[in-house]
């Protein structure tokens, strides 16, 4: 997901995520994982 700062990415993936989870969708569970910071495509396993 891409967009200018501050537009609600963040708090979208984090509704989308919960309403999964709710759904039972990822019985495992579900991860935010923050790339923001993130230079190098070799530092994301």
């Known amino acids: 997901m891409t967009g200018v700062g501050g537009c609600g990415k963040t708090r979208l993936?984090?509704?989308?995520?919960?309403?999964?989870?709710?759904?039972?969708?990822?019985p495992d569970g579900v991860w935010l994982v923050e790339l923001a910071t993130t230079m190098d495509v070799a530092d994301v396993p």
């Open 13 to 26: 993936a984090i509704q989308v995520a919960r309403d999964l989870f709710d759904a039972q969708m990822f």
